[in-house]
């Protein structure tokens, strides 16, 4: 056990400098240096720092804690933070040195707590997502099924109960997720400044929870777009069982599929063009440009990569390439995603003719979300893991949990962007003020 300390001070510190508790294989427990640790490192294994470790990689972490070689009982979005400090530490080659050097005195695993090594839940259609170049139709089908078809009813578990998978929208912080996510659907059809009788395109819509609020609240005339099957099946029923068919529908269609001769009053798009990339961004706006009426408006509302604080310095870089940033997440979460900082997003949408009008940045909004929908998923651990598996199970928590600190770290930020195409007199169907939206 004095090998895996000593690992674990030239990461951390002393015991009585970390904020969180380590329990070992043997049930012996160093306390953090608050009586109140956030959170508990499990390690199952007398070498699970080094499967951990060895290399010390983000993936290679990500992937121990997805086998369950080790755990995070308590708050895991608190856990997510210790890449920073291991990633500071592999960055100098001395430091590196020493670690290795402890960590190779460690043994190797004599059991893998979770299952087998998981390979098995990388990638759902890999050979599909890695075949041609990454953004064609073919290629982003496969990789938005990869993660969006995991099962609706693993999703029911932890989202509102419309299924809104993207950030809510909280007046204050003790709001329900039921009422953020109305809140936000609202928010968004204001700024929209829906009417009845408004031709809507939802451009990746989910399950159907936009547009059928759009429909019943606003009297629009919606069609959504999803390239997910199982997305599209309940999106259907639901509209179906609303008794909106008339005037909600929703397709299995690429954006760049649309007819031609398409046309719209309003057009949104919500948590999409993270899936887009950012070669395809100019093609993206060009090809909603051309759908939406002269006057009309589009709402962009998605993931972007907060502003780089200062230059990083050609040593960050290659830190960065050797620890792999993102890695976890293009491999086992969002394959071919891509988080362009805001300024790439709107620079191709205003080249493509639109203005913008509108930005309100939601960042915090996330966090709380994210912070919602980790907490659902652990209350019912036992019930998603009877449904897709302990390992998938696993992902999910990580994914969230990381990118609820990427949020409230300032790593990671959600912008909606409000874009108008103005008419021949260069008029946009706009007020001259915010007022309406918060009436």
């Known amino acids: 056990m004095s090998a895996a300390r000593s690992v674990l001070t030239q990461l951390f510190g002393?015991?009585?400098?970390?904020?969180?508790?380590v329990r070992f294989w043997n049930g012996v427990t160093d306390d953090g240096g608050s009586s109140l640790a956030r959170f508990t490192l499990v390690l199952r294994d007398a070498g699970s720092l080094?499967?951990?470790?060895?290399?010390?990689?983000?993936?290679?972490?990500?992937?121990?804690?997805?086998?369950?070689?080790?755990?995070?009982?308590?708050?895991?979005?608190?856990?997510?933070?210790?890449?920073?400090?291991?990633?500071?530490?592999?960055s100098s080659p001395a430091a590196v040195t020493r670690i290795v050097r402890t960590l190779m005195m460690l043994p190797a695993p004599r059991h893998v707590a979770a299952s087998s090594a998981p390979a098995n839940v990388e990638r759902r259609d890999a050979a599909a997502i890695e075949a041609g170049s990454r953004h064609t139709p073919e290629?982003?089908?496969?990789?938005?099924?990869?993660?969006?078809?995991?099962?609706?009813?693993?999703?029911?578990?932890?989202?509102?109960?419309?299924?809104?998978?993207?950030?809510?929208?909280?007046?204050?912080?003790?709001?329900?997720?039921?009422?953020?996510?109305?809140?936000?659907?609202?928010?968004?059809?204001?700024?929209?400044?829906?009417?009845?009788?408004d031709n809507l395109l939802d451009v990746g819509c989910g399950w159907?929870?936009?547009?059928?609020?759009?429909?019943?609240?606003?009297?629009?005339?919606?069609?959504?777009?999803?390239?997910?099957y199982e997305q599209a099946a309940l999106a259907r029923e639901r509209i179906k069982a609303a008794g909106v068919e008339s005037s909600c529908t929703v397709e299995v269609r690429d954006y760049r599929d649309l007819p031609l001769d398409a046309s719209f009053d309003k057009i949104v798009s919500v948590g999409m063009v993270e899936h887009?990339?950012?070669?395809?961004?100019?093609?993206?706006?060009?090809?909603?440009?051309?759908?939406?009426?002269?006057?009309?408006?589009?709402?962009?509302?998605?993931?972007?990569?907060?502003?780089?604080?200062?230059?990083?310095?050609?040593?960050?870089r290659a830190a960065g390439k050797l620890w792999g940033d993102n890695a976890f997440i293009e491999r086992y979460v969002f394959p071919d995603g891509e988080l362009p900082p805001l300024a790439d997003v709107?620079?191709?949408?205003?080249?493509?003719?639109?203005?913008?009008?509108?930005?309100?940045?939601?960042?915090?909004?996330?966090?709380?979300?994210?912070?919602?929908?980790?907490?659902?998923?652990?209350?019912?651990?036992?019930?998603a893991v009877?449904?897709?598996?302990?390992?998938?199970?696993?992902?999910?928590?990580?994914?969230?949990?990381?990118?609820a600190f990427g949020f409230a770290s300032g790593r990671l930020s959600l912008a909606q962007v409000l874009l108008g195409k103005s008419d021949d007199n260069g008029h946009v169907r706009i007020p001259l003020t915010r007022a309406d939206i918060y009436v």
């Open 14 to 21: 002393q015991p009585s400098e970390r904020e969180f508790a």
């Open 208 to 228: 159907g929870g936009l547009i059928l609020h759009a429909t019943q609240r606003y009297g629009a005339v919606a069609t959504g777009i999803t390239l997910s």
């Open 276 to 316: 887009v990339g950012s070669a395809q961004l100019p093609t993206y706006f060009q090809r909603l440009y051309s759908l939406l009426k002269p006057g009309g408006l589009l709402m962009n509302h998605g993931i972007v990569h907060a502003a780089e604080r200062g230059k990083p310095s050609i040593m960050q």
């Open 50 to 90: 080094r499967q951990m470790l060895l290399p010390p990689s983000e993936l290679r972490i990500c992937q121990a804690y997805i086998r369950g070689d080790f755990d995070i009982e308590g708050d895991i979005q608190q856990a997510a933070a210790l890449g920073e400090p291991i990633r500071e530490r592999v």
């Open 346 to 383: 709107i620079a191709p949408a205003e080249c493509a003719g639109f203005e913008t009008r509108d930005v309100e940045v939601l960042r915090e909004h996330y966090a709380l979300t994210l912070q919602h929908w980790v907490q659902r998923l652990e209350r019912a651990h036992d019930v």
């Open 139 to 197: 290629r982003d089908a496969h990789a938005v099924r990869s993660h969006y078809d995991v099962g609706n009813n693993f999703y029911k578990l932890w989202l509102d109960e419309r299924m809104v998978y993207s950030c809510a929208y909280f007046e204050h912080p003790d709001v329900d997720l039921d009422a953020a996510q109305e809140a936000k659907l609202d928010h968004i059809c204001r700024k929209l400044r829906l009417r009845p009788g």
């Open 386 to 403: 009877a449904l897709v598996g302990e390992q998938t199970y696993r992902i999910w928590r990580l994914y969230m949990a990381a990118s």
